[in-house]
Structures are given as structure tokens and as C-alpha cells.
């Protein structure tokens, strides 16, 4: 059956807006000419942003999927003495920004400032990212699968290898993406690690001499580097269905058993948590008690909180919604058409959020002038930059949803929306409050797009924390970093039970 006419309208709007900064780094990428645009390129600065990009991207997220990966297999498929625990710390390092993480360690050591230790505190800040939706899928694996495979003779990494992965790679695959194209956005962290690429290159051009054509230019890289990231894993996705209408077995697997090997994980365990929270939090401490230029003003502070709030509930909510349609489509729906929707909603977030501010200004300029320095265009950015993370969590949970039941219930006489309301969204409801966390996490730390879309006068934490750190206010800009962990504690501890459902 096909799509709605209405359902693929709607999803061409969503995607034509998420093209919207691709289309102004393009018209602004014009002005140079091919000789000029080519004659930047070949600048020995540029390869060397190149290179740092490229070894970050493949480093970062290979680190991310093995601690990720190892995490989740670990606390749902072996007798680790208090498994609950640690799935919360596995979970935990979403509720501390990236640039707060950086911080952290910057204000501990500066031997952090180099490759090693930008690989470090990317993959510190973004394995969750790769852990939940692995435990997820470890969940709702039918645990028959891996007895067959060990009644065959079979060891626990062989059936790992060649059963547990194949079965969850697309849980894996999804949240290695993510992590690819946070890592091609990632602006604060990096700055504050004195780590150069093509993001922190961005932000230097617009703030030095501001050059919109050659940074556009390099933004356009960035965009080059996510469409190699998406072929790569919808080549890796395939095209096999995985729904199913039963749950599967509903006993759990028997627990592979740890022996001497106990004390040895749960030493990596306690160095894992210790790297990605004791030393953030520690900083965090120290700097609140001794810092020289503390000094709270609670009235700021409760003004930036509750902004910041505001701000991630309505962009949580609001990327939630336009990710239904787009992954209706996707899953329901293939054909090209679909498929070039949903990859379209990617490509805006492999640039940084200064890029995309610029965009929507300028076009909200010339053509909407109402919509400029509004709320309205403010939640517009954050659905182009955050999009991904609802559609890969929507995706991951409407996948496994089987076509059948939707059959049935028309059958029955039901229309499309019936079947939508009564069969299909009810079925897919925590994969939908996993979105809207995992996007209101990311509206409550984003920096470079709110610094230009924000009403005038309008602060958030992420952004007072950014002013003060910057300034090397270490003691000024702790409390608000404070505050933005606060605030993410809700949505972490609700993407932890999520991804613990029973199936």
C-alpha cells in the first residue's frame, strides 16, 4: 500500500526544512569560484584540519562502540554483581555535557590537550550514545537465538560474534552514527582541548574575520563527511526486515558466568566511571569551594535554569513529532522518495550550530523578517540540528513493530490514522520518550546556535557557562555547570529504564 499523499507532503516539508542550512552553505559557497574554492582547499592549514577530523571521527567512534558494546553485554548477558548499578553509571555520562567533561579535565590537567586525550573525552561524553540502544536490543533479543548457538557447541564469543551482533546491529549502527556526526559538530569540547578541526576552524573564520564564503566552504566538507557517514551505514543496515509478532521466549538466558575474570571487569568498570563522572564532578567541587571568582547570583542562575528548561521540552517535543512521519515513511513506506527524506534530515547535523544560526537568520531575514530573533525560529534550529536523535530512536523502536498487526486492524475496517492512533503509536511510545530525552539533553547543552537565536537578552546555562569559561571563570562557571547536570538527571534516569523494559 502506499503512502498518504498528505503523509509524503509532510514529509517533504520537514525534510526541505532541515535542507534549508545545506542550500545557504551552498548559495554563500558560490561566491568563491572553483579556482578560489580549490586554491583554500589545498592550503596546508586545511589538510592538517582534515587529518585531525578524519583520525577524531574513526578513533572517537570505534571507542565509543567498543566501550558501548562491551558495556551492554556485559550488564545484561553475564553475573556482574549489581548489574543495576551500573547500567545507571553506564547511562549517567549523558547527564554531563561534552564541553562541561572537557572542562573538567582542562581545569584538572592539560595533558588532556592533545589527540589521545580528545579521543578520551569524546568517547567519555558520547558511549551512552552507543550503551543504551545495544541494551535495548540485548533486551528484546529472543534469548532462544543465543541457546540454539550454544547448544551447537558454540563459546561466548563465538556466539556473541556471530549471533548477539548481527542481531543488534542496528541498534549499534544507529548509535554509531550518532556519535560520528556529533564528533563532525563538536565545537565546545574541542576548543576548550586546543584540539584543531574543521568545526573549531568554522567558528575561528567567523569570529576573526568573519568569512562566510571559505567557512561555509569548509562547512560544506563537513556535509561530504556526513553523506559518507550515512551511505556507509545504510550500507551496513541492509534491508532485512527484523519485525516479529511474538515477543519471543519470555524466560531470560542463563548469565555467562565471570569466574576470576570478576574482579578484572568491574575494575574497567570503576575506571570507566571514575574517568567519565569523578572527574568532571570533582573539578565541579572543587571549583564551587575554592574557586576565586565564585560568586552565585541565584536570580541568573534561576532565569538561565528555567529557559533552558522551556527550551528543551517544547525542542523535544517538537523534533519527536516531525521524526513520526519522516520514519512512517522510511519503514513503511521504502522507496526512493522515502529514503532520500529520512537520509535528508541528516545532513544539517554534520555542521556546526553556527552554521545552521546563520542560515535560518538569513533567511528568516529575507524572507519571514517577523520570525527573526524569536522563539519560533530558536525551536526551528534546534528541530534541523537534533532531528537525528529522534529519528534514530523512533526508527529503532517502529523497526521492530510488526507490519501484520497494522494489516489486521484495516482488515477490521480501520482507516490509516485509526490504525496509527490505536495499533501502531501505542507500540512505539518509548521509543518516542526516548527521543524527546535524548533531544531535550541535547537542546539543554547546545551553544553556538543558541548564541544567535535566542531572543536578545535571552540566556541559557549552557550558554553563561560558556561565557565565564571562557574566560578562564572557572569558579563563576561552575555553578551553572551544576545546574545543566541537574537538569539532565530527569531525562537520563528516563532513557535508563527505557532501555531496561522487559520485553
Given at each position: 500500500m502506499g503512502a498518504a499523499p498528505a503523509l509524503v507532503l509532510l514529509g517533504l516539508a520537514i525534510a526541505a526544512l532541515t535542507l534549508v542550512p545545506l542550500g545557504y552553505v551552498l548559495w554563500t559557497t558560490a561566491d568563491l569560484g572553483a579556482g578560489q574554492a580549490a586554491d583554500f582547499l589545498w592550503r596546508p592549514r586545511i589538510g592538517e584540519l582534515l587529518w585531525n577530523t578524519v583520525r577524531l571521527l574513526v578513533a572517537g567512534v570505534l571507542l565509543s562502540v567498543v566501550v558501548g558494546v562491551a558495556g551492554a553485554w556485559v550488564i545484561e548477558r553475564t553475573d556482574l554483581p549489581g548489574r543495576g548499578w551500573w547500567h545507571g553509571l553506564m547511562c549517567a555520562p549523558l547527564a554531563v555535557p561534552a564541553f562541561v567533561n572537557g572542562w573538567g579535565w582542562v581545569s584538572t590537567t592539560h595533558a588532556v590537550q592533545s589527540f589521545p586525550g580528545a579521543v578520551m573525552v569524546v568517547a567519555l561524553s558520547y558511549f551512552p550514545l552507543v550503551y543504551l540502544p545495544t541494551v535495548a536490543a540485548l533486551r528484546r533479543l529472543d534469548p532462544a537465538v543465543e541457546e540454539v548457538a550454544t547448544?551447537?557447541?558454540?563459546?561466548?564469543?563465538?556466539?556473541?560474534?556471530?549471533?548477539?551482533?548481527?542481531?543488534?546491529s542496528p541498534a549499534v549502527l544507529g548509535g554509531a552514527l550518532l556519535v560520528g556526526l556529533h564528533l563532525l559538530a563538536e565545537y565546545g569540547a574541542l576548543q576548550l582541548l586546543n584540539y584543531p578541526t574543521l568545526t573549531t576552524a568554522i567558528l575561528q573564520q567567523y569570529a576573526t574575520v568573519f568569512n562566510g564564503p571559505s567557512a561555509t566552504l569548509l562547512a560544506l566538507v563537513l556535509v561530504v563527511f556526513c553523506l559518507l557517514l550515512l551511505g556507509l551505514e545504510l550500507l551496513l543496515r541492509g534491508r532485512r526486515q527484523r519485525a516479529?509478532?511474538?515477543?519471543?521466549?519470555?524466560r531470560e538466558i542463563p548469565p555467562v558466568r565471570l569466574g576470576r575474570r570478576t574482579p578484572a571487569v568491574l575494575l574497567a568498570l570503576v575506571l570507566l566511571t571514575v574517568w567519565s563522572l569523578g572527574v568532571p564532578v570533582a573539578a565541579l567541587v572543587r571549583w564551587l569551594v575554592r574557586g576565586t571568582s565564585t560568586g552565585i547570583d541565584l536570580g541568573e542562575l534561576a532565569g538561565a535554569g528555567s529557559n533552558t528548561l522551556l527550551f528543551a521540552v517544547l525542542g523535544g517535543l517538537t523534533a519527536t513529532a516531525a521524526a513520526v512521519p519522516v520514519v512512517w515513511l522510511a519503514v513503511r513506506h521504502r522507496s526512493w522518495i522515502t529514503t532520500a527524506i529520512e537520509r535528508s534530515v541528516y545532513t544539517a547535523s554534520a555542521m556546526p550550530g553556527i552554521v545552521i544560526a546563520l542560515a535560518l537568520v538569513t533567511v528568516s531575514i529575507r524572507v519571514v523578517p517577523s520570525l527573526y530573533q524569536t522563539l519560533a525560529l530558536l525551536i526551528a534550529g534546534y528541530l534541523i540540528l537534533f532531528l537525528p536523535r529522534a529519528v534514530v530512536s523512533v526508527r529503532s523502536t517502529f523497526e521492530l513493530v510488526p507490519p501484520g498487526l497494522e494489516e489486521v486492524a484495516r482488515s477490521l475496517g480501520c482507516s490509516g490514522p485509526e490504525v496509527a492512533r490505536r495499533v501502531t503509536l501505542p507500540l512505539v511510545v518509548p521509543g518516542l520518550a526516548a527521543a524527546a530525552s535524548l533531544v531535550a539533553l541535547a537542546v539543554s547543552t547546545e551553544l553556538t546556535a543558541t548564541l544567535l537565536l535566542a531572543p536578545i537578552g535571552t540566556d541559557t546555562l549552557a550558554t553563561k557557562f560558556w561565557s565565564d569559561a571562557s574566560s578562564v571563570e572557572y569558579g563563576a562557571a561552575a555553578p551553572y555547570a551544576l545546574a545543566l547536570i541537574v537538569l539532565s538527571v530527569p531525562s537520563t534516569w528516563l532513557l535508563a529504564r527505557l532501555s531496561t523494559r522487559s520485553r
Open positions: 547448544a551447537l557447541g558454540k563459546g561466548p564469543w563465538q556466539v556473541f560474534l556471530r549471533v548477539t551482533l548481527p542481531a543488534i516479529r509478532v511474538g515477543a519471543g521466549a519470555s
